[in-house]
């Protein structure tokens, strides 16, 4: 855990996103919704009845229409495991560019990457559920790979 990782993060976020003038800011609540900001709303998770199954079918469909794809994933996050998404992501059958390799940080591995036509696996050694909280110089790194369609650094 970074020496930077603070625990009230939660409770920081919860204040600052359920002030008025950050919501205006943000655009956000614009329909003047009854209950606070939360972080994982159960309100949310009960209520929202759309959702899909399994986000495999969209990924196929944006890979069809041309569009990048980048999964990250903190090797720690106990949330969604990175065996999980692994599977789920072999389960698209993509043909692979670039085979499973680490990449690199300072000289030292800051996690590991595959890259598949159409979609590139991202992990970040050390990450939970939250990559960016956790680890947010590797996390600043995979975002500025992403935005350059570079693969992540290969050598040390």
Known sequence: MSRAYDPCTERYSKAYYNRPEVQKALHANVTGINYPWDTCSD???NYWTDSPRSMLPIYQELIAAGLRIWVFSGDTDSVVPLTATRYSIDALK????MD???WYDNGKVGGWSQVYRGLTLVTVTGAGHEV???RPRQ???LFRHFLQNKPM???S
Do not use: F, K, N
């Open 43 to 45: 309100i949310i998770g």
């Open 94 to 97: 993509l043909p692979t560019v």
């Open 100 to 102: 499973w390799y680490p």
């Open 132 to 134: 960016p909280l956790h």
């Open 139 to 141: 996390a600043l790194i």
């Open 153 to 155: 650094p290969r050598s």
